[in-house]
C-alpha cells in the first residue's frame, strides 16, 4: 500500500502520488467513474455487462478497460440498484473486497444487502446533505427516497478533497439543491441529460404521436439538466450515465443514429451544443478511458488514444454501432437463451405471489383504480385486478394498462423471483403497452414493488405524503413551492404559460386556474394555486411566507438544428482536437423526412385548453400528423387498432390533447 500526504492529514490509502495536486477523474462509461484524489480512489457506477433482458450496452464500449485495475480503490459508491449502475458480475470479479462502501442512506436495505451478498463488508453510510469526512475526504451525500426515484432510491454523490470538489448527480433528480450548492462551489459537475424509459416507444400508438411526444421528452430531458447546470454553477459539466445503446437487431432504431430530433437518447455531443447554445461554458466530453485533470485553477482532459478514434463514436454512429453490435450478437444470443425457464404456470405462481402482497397495497390498489392485463400470448391472458386484490384469468373487461409481454420473459422474471419489473422488465424495451386515460404511477410503482418490504415502504410514503405550504409567485399565479408530484422545488423548476404550469423536473403539467394535474387523474396530486392580484384565501400562509422567484437565467428554446446536427461546437475539451461535426444536411434530412416538428418552445407548444377533461394532460400542436378523432375512453376502450390506449382525442383542428407518460426511471 502505497502513502500519500493528504492535504489535511496522513493518508494510508491508495491515492494519486504524483503530486499534482489535481483531481483525477476517468471516465468508465456511462455512469462509471475512477476517482484519484489526494485521499484515496473511488470506483463508482461501474458497469461493463449488457443490461435488462440484454436490451442496453455502454455507449461508447467500455469492455476493453482493465477493469482489475480500476477495481483496486479504497472506496467503492453504487448511487443505486438500477443494472446499469449495479453490476454485479462485475463487481465481484474485479473489484476489491477490502473496498469500504460510500454508502447512500436509503430507506430499504436492498442496496446494501446485495453489496453484503458479494462480500462487502464495509459501509459508511452517508446521512442525505450531511457532510462527512471519510479519511480526509469531505463528503456529502443525498439520497432520494420516494417510490418513483429508481428503485425505490437513486442517490447523488459530492467530493472534496482539498484540491478540487466534484457533484456526481448521475441520473439522480435531486429536488434539495441548497443543501448540495452548499457543499460548493464545484470545479465538475457530472450530470445525465437523456432520457432513459419506454416512453412512448413501447406503447402502441401511431408513429407521428409517437415522434411528438418523444420531441417534447427530448427537448425537456435537455432543459431540465440544463437548468441543473445553471443551478449547481460548476466551472465544468461532463454530460455522462446516458445515453445506453440497443445493439439488437430489434431495437437498433431505438438508437439515435442521425440526431432525430424526436429521439429520446440523445447522445453527448447534443447536450454539450445544447450548453453552448445558451452560454453555459465549461462543458467537457470524456468517453471511457478518458481522463480530467482538474483543480481550482486548472482543467484539462486527456484522450486514451488518437482523437479520430475516441471520437469515432459520436462522429460515424452508424457505422461504429454496427461494428459494436457484431462483437455483441454471441453474448446477446446466449442471453436470449437463459430467459425461457419452463414449466410454469404463469396463472397460478403469479396469483400465489402477487395476492398477498395486493393485500397489503390500499394506496397502490386505489391509486390503479382498475384491472390490469398481462398478455403473455398464452390463450388465456392474465389479469391484475386491483380493486379486487386478485389475480385471475381475463374475462373479456376493460382495463385500465394492458402490457405485452413475451412468456420467457414472465418466466424468467418469475423463476428469479424479480421484485423490481421496472428494473428489469420494463426498462428492457421488450413489451408493448397500453393504456385508458393518463399516465399512472402507481402501476409502475407495484412493478418495483413485489416483496412486501418494498411495498410496505412504498405505501408508508403514499400514507405520509403532505405538501409543503409554502407559497411562490410564478407569472402571474401564487403556487405552493413543492410539486405535487415529488416535491420538486417550483421556484426553480416551475414554467409558466398562461395558466398552465410546467415543473420540468419530470414534465407534469397542472392548470393553475382550477389546480388539477393534467398528467395524472390521482387527486392528490392537484396543486394549491390562485391568480397573483386575487386575495388570498382564509385558509392560505400569511403573505409573508409568499416568495418571490427570481428570475431564472435565460434558457432559450431548444434549437432543433442544434440538437440534431452540427456537433462540432459540443467538443470543447481538448482544444487540438478535430472538429466532429455532422453534415448539417443531415439533420436538414432527418426533419424533412419525418414531418414533425420538434416543439417551438423547450417544452412544446402548450396551449391552454378550452376543451379540457378528466384524460388531458397537455396540449401539444402537431405539424402534419393526423390522428383518429374522438377517441376517449368512453368511446374507444381497449380493442385493438390505432386507438393504441384510447386515451387520445382531438377536439379541434391539429390541436392534440393527450396524456404525457412521465414515469422516471434512469
Ligand atoms: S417533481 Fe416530478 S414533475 Fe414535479
Redesign the pocket.
Known amino acids: 500500500m502505497r502513502v500519500v500526504v493528504c492535504c489535511r492529514r496522513a493518508c494510508t490509502q491508495r491515492g494519486r502520488v504524483d503530486g499534482g495536486g489535481e483531481l483525477r477523474i476517468t471516465c468508465l462509461g456511462h455512469a462509471g467513474l475512477h476517482i484519484e484524489t489526494s485521499c484515496g480512489t473511488i470506483l463508482c457506477d461501474p458497469w461493463v455487462n449488457p443490461a435488462y433482458f440484454e436490451s442496453w450496452f455502454v455507449f461508447p464500449d467500455n469492455s476493453g478497460l482493465d477493469w482489475d485495475r480500476f477495481g483496486d480503490v479504497d472506496y467503492l459508491y453504487v448511487s443505486h440498484l438500477h443494472k446499469d449502475h449495479f453490476d454485479p458480475e462485475l463487481l465481484s470479479r474485479h473489484v476489491s473486497r477490502r473496498a469500504t462502501v460510500l454508502l447512500p442512506d436509503f430507506p430499504v436495505p436492498d442496496l446494501r444487502e446485495a453489496l453484503e451478498r458479494l462480500g462487502f463488508t464495509e459501509f459508511v453510510v452517508l446521512r442525505s446533505g450531511q457532510v462527512v469526512d471519510v479519511g480526509g475526504l469531505r463528503l456529502m451525500g443525498q439520497a432520494l427516497q420516494s417510490p418513483a426515484d429508481g428503485p425505490l432510491g437513486d442517490s447523488v454523490l459530492a467530493v472534496d478533497d482539498g484540491t478540487a470538489r466534484m457533484l456526481n448527480q448521475n441520473d439522480a433528480r435531486p429536488t434539495e439543491l441548497d443543501a448540495l450548492r452548499s457543499f460548493g462551489p464545484y470545479d465538475v459537475h457530472l450530470l445525465q441529460f437523456s432520457g432513459a424509459i419506454w416512453w412512448p416507444w413501447t406503447y402502441e400508438l401511431p408513429e407521428a404521436a409517437k415522434r411528438s411526444f418523444g420531441a417534447v421528452k427530448r427537448a425537456n430531458g435537455l432543459d431540465r439538466a440544463a437548468r441543473y447546470v445553471t443551478e449547481i454553477g460548476a466551472r465544468h459539466v461532463v454530460p455522462f450515465a446516458g445515453p445506453p445503446c440497443f445493439l439488437d437487431k430489434e431495437l437498433f432504431d431505438l438508437n439515435d443514429l442521425t440526431g432525430d430530433p424526436a429521439s429520446t437518447f440523445p447522445d453527448q455531443t447534443v447536450f454539450l451544443d445544447y450548453l453552448r447554445e445558451r452560454g453555459i461554458k465549461g462543458g467537457q466530453l470524456m468517453t471511457p478511458g478518458a481522463v480530467l485533470d482538474v483543480s481550482a485553477a486548472h482543467c484539462e482532459v486527456h484522450w486514451p488514444g488518437p482523437a479520430e478514434q475516441a471520437l469515432e463514436p459520436f462522429t460515424d454512429k452508424t457505422r461504429y454501432l454496427r461494428g459494436y453490435a457484431a462483437r455483441m450478437r454471441d453474448k446477446i444470443a446466449a442471453g436470449k437463451r437463459r430467459w425461457p425457464a419452463g414449466g410454469i404456470d404463469l396463472l397460478a405462481e403469479l396469483k400465489a405471489w402477487f395476492e398477498p402482497l395486493l393485500e397489503l397495497a390500499d394506496h397502490i390498489r386505489t391509486g390503479v383504480g382498475g384491472p390490469v392485463l398481462l398478455d403473455t400470448g398464452d390463450e388465456q391472458p392474465i389479469v391484475i385486478d386491483f380493486p379486487a386484490g386478485q389475480v385471475r384469468a381475463f374475462a373479456g373487461e376493460t382495463c385500465r394498462y394492458q402490457f405485452s409481454i413475451g412468456r420467457p420473459l414472465v418466466e424468467r422474471l418469475i423463476a428469479d423471483h424479480q421484485t423490481d419489473w421496472v428494473n428489469s422488465l420494463f426498462l428492457s424495451m421488450r413489451f408493448k403497452a397500453r393504456r385508458i386515460g393518463p399516465y399512472n404511477e402507481y402501476v409502475y410503482t407495484f412493478f418495483k414493488c413485489l416483496s412486501p418490504e418494498r411495498l410496505m415502504y412504498a405505501e408508508g410514503w403514499y400514507a405520509s405524503r403532505s405538501h409543503d405550504e409554502e407559497e411562490i409567485q410564478l407569472g402571474d399565479w401564487i403556487t405552493q413551492r413543492r410539486?405535487p408530484?415529488?416535491?420538486?422545488d417550483l421556484s426553480r423548476?416551475g414554467q409558466t404559460t398562461g395558466s398552465i404550469l410546467t415543473?420540468t423536473?419530470?414534465?407534469?403539467q397542472f392548470d393553475l386556474a382550477t389546480g388539477q394535474c393534467l398528467t395524472s387523474d390521482d387527486a392528490s396530486h392537484r396543486i394549491s394555486s390562485r391568480p397573483a392580484r386575487t386575495r388570498k384565501p382564509s385558509k392560505r400562509p400569511s403573505p409573508a411566507r409568499v416568495k418571490r422567484v427570481p428570475a431564472l437565467p435565460e434558457l432559450r428554446p431548444l434549437d432543433p438544428a442544434r440538437a440534431a446536427g452540427d456537433r462540432s461546437k459540443a467538443l470543447s475539451a481538448p482544444k487540438d482536437l478535430p472538429s466532429a461535426s455532422r453534415p448539417g444536411k443531415r439533420a436538414a434530412a432527418t426533419k424533412a423526412r419525418h414531418h414533425v416538428r420538434p416543439p417551438a418552445g423547450d417544452l412544446g407548444t402548450v396551449l391552454p385548453s378550452a376543451r379540457r377533461s378528466s384524460t388531458v394532460a397537455a396540449s401539444i400542436r402537431l405539424r402534419s400528423c393526423r390522428l383518429p378523432r374522438r377517441l376517449d375512453k368512453k368511446s374507444a376502450p381497449m380493442s385493438p387498432g390505432p386507438a393504441a390506449g384510447a386515451w387520445m382525442r382531438m377536439p379541434a383542428g391539429d390541436v392534440v390533447t393527450a396524456a404525457i407518460d412521465?414515469a422516471s426511471p434512469a
Open positions: 410539486c408530484h415529488m416535491s420538486g423548476f415543473c423536473m419530470h414534465g407534469w412521465r
